[in-house]
């Protein structure tokens, strides 16, 4: 989508817009697809000297990762075959086969904790929703997700601070001393849902264990109300006795979902306790008048990319935990509506008129626009469809 600020453009923009009716299948679909043809805009992949699976400067291989998981909701929340083909190609050529592990080549340089567990949602995804898996394949969609969590957790590290997965995984990278909650509340998250559709009980040990040591170091601080997850902590500092106060809604949204697995799993109620407390705290920062917000950056409104599109990976969790914890339904889809609206509201920019920005609460486009800013609308959108679909499947059916 070509972005030009021009009188002609805005006025343009306020004619075209998404009209979105909350209440109806038809008009969310519809809002997703006008949505979807424009994360398309930034695919590099079907472009002559593309990369199949990873989109255009200066999106990073773990946003196409979640862009792709946005596209395959959309596949299977709305029926829409039309990016079928596009997702599958990008899954395989990313997966590292004959591995199957999402341990690329292209990304042995510089790929992180946190950057192949979105991948190994997108895989798990894949199975729980049975989507086509090529033929000749070397491996299911599921043991694709179990390569992911089991090289993840081969990574655990007792020796500083008692355990929990470091963000980097080469010692070369910046950040190879901090332990942060998106790469240990992936692992979580990924470890849970395995645990429900494999039934293999070292998937629920693995989710308790870094449920666990996130708890016993207040990464997760469950001491205050509403609850805390803190972004991360260095090693150095104290060993992991400091915590960075930071707050970001995919690692909030990777944890309640993951909660919400374990509860549909095991009924224990301890499950559903943290289910409750992680919504409540996501709820009080997360959304602003009813109207979901990324909290740490958007007051200076100096949000970067990758904490652009986090509002995808949270809207998706918001929607997987309607799911898994009905009761949770009314709250969080009375959230999703408003926070739709105002995302639909937003993408009324650029030259097609349906571009989308970024700030869900002023009623139009805000001049933002962005890969993140797409799947993140869109996200909020189709989710809104969760509660009233079919079940994630085990691998029993």
């Known amino acids: 989508m070509k972005l030009t600020v021009t009188t002609t453009v805005l006025l343009i923009s306020t004619v075209v817009a998404i009209d979105l009716d909350v209440s109806s299948k038809e008009s969310i679909c519809s809002a997703a697809s006008t949505?979807?043809?424009?994360?398309?805009?930034?695919?590099?992949?079907?472009?002559?000297?593309?990369?199949?699976g990873m989109f255009q400067q200066p999106y990073y291989w773990w946003e196409a990762g979640e862009a792709f998981g946005s596209l395959l909701d959309n596949w299977y929340y709305c029926q829409n075959s039309q990016y079928q083909a596009v997702i599958s190609d990008a899954i395989i050529a990313?997966?590292?086969?004959?591995?199957?592990?999402?341990?690329?080549?292209?990304?042995?340089?510089?790929?992180?904790?946190?950057?192949?567990?979105?991948?190994?949602?997108?895989?798990?995804?894949?199975?729980?929703?049975?989507?086509?898996?090529?033929?000749?394949?070397?491996?299911?969609?599921?043991?694709?997700?179990?390569?992911?969590?089991?090289?993840?957790?081969?990574?655990?590290?007792?020796?500083?601070?008692?355990?929990?997965?470091?963000?980097?995984?080469?010692?070369?990278?910046?950040g190879w001393d901090y332990k942060n909650a998106i790469s240990n509340g992936g692992l979580?998250?990924?470890?849970?849902?395995?645990?429900?559709?494999?039934?293999?009980?070292?998937?629920?040990?693995?989710?308790?264990?870094?449920?666990?040591?996130?708890?016993?170091?207040?990464?997760?601080?469950?001491?205050?109300?509403?609850?805390?997850?803190?972004?991360?902590?260095?090693?150095?500092?104290?060993?992991?006795?400091?915590?960075?106060?930071?707050?970001?809604s995919y690692s909030y949204g990777l944890m309640l979902s993951g909660a919400a697995y374990l509860f549909n799993a095991t009924e224990n109620e301890e499950w559903y306790s943290a289910t409750y407390s992680l919504l409540i705290a996501s709820a009080d920062l997360f959304f602003y008048e009813s109207v979901m917000r990324e909290y740490q950056c958007y007051v200076t409104g100096l949000c970067n990319n990758d904490q652009r599109s986090f509002r995808s990976l949270f809207s998706r969790s918001l929607g997987l935990t309607t799911v898994m914890v009905p009761q949770t339904?009314?709250?969080?889809?009375?959230?999703?509506?408003?926070?739709?609206?105002?995302?639909?509201?937003?993408?009324?920019?650029?030259?097609?008129?349906?571009?989308?920005?970024f700030d869900w609460s002023k009623g139009s486009w805000d001049g933002w626009y962005g890969l993140g800013e797409q799947i993140s609308a869109m996200e909020c959108i189709q989710n809104l469809l969760a509660s009233s679909a079919s079940a994630p499947l085990t691998q029993q059916g």
């Open 188 to 248: 979580f998250h990924l470890a849970s849902r395995l645990y429900r559709y494999t039934d293999d009980t070292k998937y629920l040990d693995m989710a308790t264990k870094v449920y666990t040591w996130m708890v016993d170091i207040n990464m997760l601080d469950t001491r205050q109300s509403p609850w805390a997850l803190n972004d991360g902590a260095n090693i150095g500092d104290d060993n992991c006795g400091e915590m960075v106060n930071h707050y970001y």
């Open 35 to 52: 949505i979807a043809k424009g994360v398309m805009d930034y695919y590099e992949g079907t472009r002559y000297g593309g990369v199949v």
């Open 94 to 174: 990313q997966c590292n086969a004959p591995a199957y592990d999402f341990m690329p080549l292209n990304q042995t340089v510089t790929e992180a904790n946190d950057d192949q567990v979105v991948w190994g949602i997108v895989v798990m995804a894949a199975a729980e929703h049975n989507f086509p898996l090529p033929d000749g394949t070397g491996a299911s969609w599921a043991e694709m997700a179990e390569n992911v969590a089991d090289s993840m957790f081969a990574r655990w590290d007792p020796d500083n601070c008692n355990g929990g997965l470091r963000w980097q995984i080469f010692p070369n990278m910046s």
């Open 329 to 357: 339904a009314f709250p969080i889809n009375w959230l999703l509506s408003a926070s739709a609206r105002g995302a639909a509201a937003s993408c009324s920019g650029g030259s097609d008129g349906v571009t989308c920005g």
